[in-house]
């Protein structure tokens, strides 16, 4: 029998980093504020999640003032789509 969990991407596990990369596939951008608010969590917990799909390449961070106020706002990349679309296929993969 195939390993039906083999294609899960682990950097998906947690459902903070669903919601992030969720949040992404159906917005062209989004700000950090609102992000914070729709997953409602404290900002430590959001910047490490982040971090952590930054580094993998899954998001970008575009850093810009709105008025004189930093703002910074995030957009998935290819890749973070790409790695995302499989991810979601597995899982309806496991499901059935």
Do not use: C, W
């Amino acid at each position: 029998m195939a390993n039906i969990i083999a294609n899960l991407n682990k950097a998906f596990e947690s459902r903070i980093r669903l919601g992030i990369m969720s949040i992404l596939m159906v917005n062209e951008s989004i700000d950090f504020n609102t992000m914070k608010e729709l997953l409602e969590l404290t900002d430590g917990n959001l910047a490490s999640h982040i971090k952590a799909l930054e580094s993998l390449e899954y998001i970008q961070s575009i850093k810009q003032f709105v008025g004189r106020k930093p703002n910074t706002k995030y957009i998935i990349t290819n890749l973070g789509r790409q790695s995302f679309q499989e991810h979601l296929k597995a899982l309806e993969t496991l499901i059935k």
